[in-house]
């Protein structure tokens, strides 16, 4: 977190560098939440897309 002069805090994170990156991009607590938030969702649709195929090569592997 950064500290800015009106006292709220920031936290460092850059929508566009993924969840991991260390870019100095300041967003509003708010927005950061949000952000966070669409990238959870984002990471769940691609865990179920997963699922399915593990689901699918399973099926195809009991045949």
């Given amino acids: ?3 800015v002069s009106a006292g709220k805090q920031l936290p460092q994170m850059n929508p ?3 969840c991991e ?3 100095p991009v300041m967003l ?3 927005d950061e939440i949000q952000e966070l938030e669409n ?3 984002i ?3 691609r865990i179920n897309m997963i ?3 593990i689901a699918g090569l399973k ?3 009991k045949s």
């Fill in 39 to 41: 990238h959870k969702k």
């Fill in 28 to 30: 509003p607590i708010d």
């Fill in 1 to 3: 977190m950064c500290h």
């Fill in 59 to 61: 099926t195809v592997n």
């Fill in 16 to 18: 566009h560098c993924d």
């Fill in 43 to 45: 990471l769940g649709e």
């Fill in 51 to 53: 699922d399915k195929k």
């Fill in 21 to 23: 990156c260390d870019c």
